[in-house]
């Protein structure tokens, strides 16, 4: 067993390129060890901007014996009646290269056959290496691939050094024109040149020192410690920024900060506009003071350490003085409009095509959320519309403002900064900032009334816009984010138990887009399916059963936190252990009735009774019928199943006591009543058949 190295020298590759790659790099070389029967241990990546490395330990040198058997002619034809082998025989035992003498006969389905033994030969597992390296290599993905040279080879960026050693021995292989080598380039400031690896357990020390720290982790925890106590020196926090540290791990090969300051009248400025600035265009980190006030102050870091850090800081100085005072510029213009003023000019911006303007878009929202805002359960209802009309109306003015043109990552942002400084409401302010949340699976949701209602007023006016233009996602096509957009009207209205009629939100939505009654019926149920989709996908993560999730869904959806507490209590019911005689019993009632369609408006007529169990079964269906209405009303589903679970027993009765489908028409409709008496009690809950 040894290590195996590979290591794949490059120019620079873009920070967000690497982990992917990596990844799919170590995913692709494990299954191919695998394909080719060679045991191995664990896999680490490592990687910086200049090269991607992957160790694996404890690498099998030869294949994994594999044997396998091979079915020849029949006995009768391999062997004549005196147990001698024929010809055909001899040509099996050629073919399968084993000795007469070593075919076996075994019985199989068709009869008595001729069987052999083969041992498939074993190479070793630095042929096998060599032979699928350069293909497994150029297989990397990227975003973007280039071509160098007058090769017909891809990769991120020009490869300029390969590495393979399996232990101390060197895999031969080449991409392109670069030949594999014991050699790796070390840090092209720090350590220049190319230094020697003797073995795959000495790429690390040997890639330290030569300046370079090819774990990423290693790297990333010596860049935080480095950028804290550079902070800590200012009497500052790093403002915490995640993903801008990744980023920056993987920007270079050995962080060295240094801090920077930029003059105090950019404080004018938004924080949010500065921050920005610093770090979408320099990945500079920002510093804060101890009650996280942004202080002039940044970190930068840098590749190498140079003799005179503070020039290199002067440096930077310069440069984000430049990127500053364009900010502040961008800043001071927009302060001269108002954010109706910016509304209006939302009449030259596209929506889309089909869809008409911005503005009109903000019509519809403000239509919609205003709606939404007295059918909702929220209290003070004429102050929440006042609130949710106005934040329609700017939600989306800051798309047209000179900052967000430049750094659009503030859209709704600088919506919100600007709202504020105007003196609108807080609520308002901050509904423009948070109506375009989640913006991820599993993001931040909206916290207010007034967000909440507009970022759902939003989202469903898309939807329904590009279903009424049959702009409907399809397989992995998905342009206009509708499946993310409904899944966050979803969780809105989880998080806020938000009872609202889905089917009346929808209609609402269509009726900017549709007149056709008939057309805006259709597109609705499409649209009801395609949140129906979304609902499953939710519930089935929350950890609900399939079986459940369906059951409550066909049976009704359109309260959507009311789906919840149906699928909670039918998963809870479904662990109790006569469960299955009583969803047995529900489904048989549901299948009676299902053939028995046109009966619905007979009443139960007590006097038609011919045996006892259609009394008793009528008169504990009528007991248990308040009660459990009572309790769906409140919501508790959990105790509404119990005591609907008790009339098993009397329903049981009931169809090993009387025909349902009797002869006489009156009897039989009267027993269908019944039946749907029963059925009536759990329709709204659960669709048995689903289960």
């Not at 913006?439 to 816009?465: F, H, M, Q, R, W």
């Not at 009207?489 to 989880?494: A, E, K, S, Y």
């Not at 299948?591 to 008169?619: M, Y």
């Not at 007991?623 to 009397?650: F, M």
């Amino acid at each position: 067993m040894n290590t195996l190295l590979i290591e794949i020298g490059s120019e620079e590759i873009p920070a967000g390129y690497i982990i992917p790659a990596l990844d799919a790099f170590k995913e692709n070389i494990l299954s191919a060890l695998d394909k080719s029967r060679i045991d191995h241990g664990i896999a680490h990546t490592l990687g910086t901007p200049r090269r991607l490395a992957l160790i694996i330990e404890d690498l099998a040198d030869m294949q994994t014996a594999r044997t396998s058997t091979i079915t020849g002619p029949p006995e009768r034809v391999g062997f004549d009646e005196n147990g001698n082998p024929t010809l055909a025989a001899e040509k099996f035992a050629s073919k399968a290269r084993v000795a007469v003498d070593q075919i076996k006969v075994e019985e199989t389905p068709k009869g008595r056959y001729l069987t052999a033994v083969i041992e498939e030969k074993c190479e070793s597992s630095v042929s096998i290496l060599e032979s699928i390296l350069e293909y497994e290599i150029l297989s990397i993905p990227f975003p973007k691939r280039m071509k160098w040279g007058d090769l017909s080879v891809s990769f991120a960026r020009p490869i300029i050094s390969l590495v393979g050693l399996l232990g101390d021995k060197i895999l031969d292989f080449k991409v392109g024109n670069i030949k594999s080598s014991p050699r790796i380039f070390g840090h092209p400031f720090m350590c220049p040149g190319k230094h020697k690896i003797e073995s795959a357990d000495d790429y690390i020390a040997v890639a330290e020192k030569a300046g370079v720290v090819p774990d990423i982790e290693k790297r990333k925890e010596l860049l935080t410690n480095a950028i804290e106590a550079c902070a800590k020196e200012h009497h500052s926090h790093i403002l915490e920024d995640d993903e801008l540290i990744d980023i920056v791990t993987n920007l270079v090969e050995y962080p060295f900060p240094v801090v920077g300051g930029f003059d105090e009248q950019f404080l004018e400025v938004p924080d949010e506009v500065l921050i920005t600035a610093m770090r979408e265009h320099q990945k500079y980190f920002a510093l804060v003071d101890g009650k996280g006030n942004l202080k002039p102050l940044f970190i930068a870091v840098n590749n190498t350490k140079a003799n005179d850090m503070q020039l290199v800081a002067r440096g930077h100085e310069k440069v984000l003085r430049a990127r500053l005072s364009d900010a502040k510029f961008f800043y001071e213009v927009d302060c001269k409009s108002s954010l109706d003023e910016f509304a209006q000019k939302l009449k030259n911006v596209t929506f889309q095509e089909k869809l008409g303007t911005v503005y009109e878009k903000t019509l519809r929202i403000g239509t919609l959320v205003e709606y939404l805002a007295m059918v909702s359960s929220y209290e003070d209802k004429e102050t929440l519309k006042q609130n949710v009309a106005r934040a329609a109306q700017i939600c989306k003015a800051d798309l047209v403002s000179q900052v967000v043109i430049e750094f659009t990552k503030l859209q709704g942002i600088i919506g919100r900064a600007y709202a504020q400084k105007a003196g609108e409401q807080q609520d308002v302010a901050l509904a423009i900032e948070q109506h375009y949340r989640p913006v991820y699976s599993g993001g931040k949701l909206p916290e207010n009334p007034t967000a909440c209602l507009l970022a759902i007023a939003d989202k469903l006016d898309t939807i329904c816009g590009c279903f009424s233009v049959d702009l409907i996602p399809t397989g992995g096509a998905d342009p206009y984010a509708l499946r993310r957009q409904g899944i966050g009207i979803i969780q809105i209205m989880l998080e806020e138990n938000l009872d609202v009629s889905l089917t009346a939100m929808i209609d609402k939505g269509l009726e900017a887009y549709m007149d056709d009654a008939a057309k805006r019926e259709e597109t609705a149920l499409k649209i009801k399916d395609f949140f129906k989709n979304r609902m499953i996908n939710i519930l089935t993560d929350m950890g609900f059963s399939k079986e459940a999730v369906n059951s409550a869904l066909w049976a009704s959806f359109d309260n959507i936190p009311d789906v919840v507490l149906r699928v909670r209590a039918l998963d809870s019911l479904r662990k109790e252990p006569d469960f299955e005689p009583l969803s047995i019993t529900f489904k048989r009632v549901g299948n009676i009735l299902k053939k028995t369609a046109g009966t619905e408006d007979v009443s139960v007529d007590q006097n038609l009774f011919e045996d006892p169990s259609e009394s008793a079964l009528f008169s504990a269906t009528n007991e248990v019928s308040q009660l459990v209405n009572d309790l769906i009303q409140e919501g508790n589903y959990d105790t509404a199943l119990s005591h609907i679970a008790t009339l098993r027993p009397k329903v049981d009765s009931f169809f090993d006591d009387v025909m349902v489908m009797a002869e006489d028409t009156k009897l039989r409709q009267n027993r269908i009543a019944l039946l749907s008496s029963v059925s009536g009690l759990f329709e709204n809950i659960a669709d048995f058949s689903m289960i």
